[in-house]
């Protein structure tokens, strides 16, 4: 966080034209820090240096979709992409399974492409 408060900083200052956006990646947690504590002292200081900047925060993908296909080394446009028969045998699931994961992890896609590109246009973007 404090390399994202210096980067926020320093490309205002040497490119005050371009359009900066703070992108929160959720996979790690939801940025819920103590009160008091040093990590929520630098998380305030990094949305105070973002306060002009839009914002978009990417949810994590819920359950086990992207975690099988995760764990069975596929990129999410990999998974995305493939025929269902497919993806069911690569990851040695039943069709419907392998069809529900690839749905979630599709929705979660498009999503966060729509919030980026809110972002993108000046707006701050959640994802749904």
């Given amino acids: 966080m404090k390399q994202a408060v210096e980067n926020l ?8 034209q371009i359009r900066r956006v703070l ?26 240096a973002a306060k002009d900047v839009a914002i978009m925060k990417v949810e994590d993908v819920d359950g086990e979709s992207w975690k099988r296909c995760d764990d069975a080394q596929l990129t999410m446009a990999e998974v995305v992409g ?6 069911a045998a690569h990851l040695n699931i039943d069709e419907f399974i392998a069809a529900a994961c690839q749905s979630q992890v599709s929705a979660w896609m498009m999503s966060t492409e729509q919030a980026m590109l809110r972002a993108l246009a000046g707006h701050n973007a959640e994802t749904p």
């Avoid at 900083?9 to 005050?16: E, G, M, N, Q």
């Fill in 9 to 16: 900083r320093t490309s205002a200052l040497i490119a005050p």
């Fill in 23 to 48: 992108v929160l990646n959720r996979h790690e947690g939801r940025f819920d820090f103590a009160a008091g504590s040093g990590v929520r002292a630098t998380f305030d200081t990094l949305l105070e």
């Fill in 82 to 87: 493939m025929d269902i028969p497919a993806l």
